[in-house]
């Protein structure tokens, strides 16, 4: 995946949770894809997309 692909899939997902569009699972699902993009190309994952991952976890398991 380009690095162009991932900014826009950055971009929709800052999107989607500033315009709460979607559901919380939604974005989740969406952001793993994006983190296993980034891993699977062997790029680094960025502090704030992990900060992200860690919250919304949080968020979810606080939910059940």
């Known amino acids: ?6 900014d826009t899939e950055i971009a929709y ?6 315009g709460e569009q979607g559901d ?5 699902f969406k952001l793993q894809q994006l983190l296993s993009t980034f891993r699977a190309e062997g790029l680094p994952v960025p502090e704030t997309l992990q900060n ?12 059940n």
Request: charged share 50%; proline share 0%.
């Open 1 to 6: 995946m380009a690095l162009d692909d991932l």
């Open 52 to 63: 992200l991952e860690r919250d919304l976890d949080k968020l979810l398991s606080d939910k």
């Open 13 to 18: 997902l800052i999107d989607v949770m500033e």
């Open 24 to 28: 919380l699972r939604e974005i989740e």
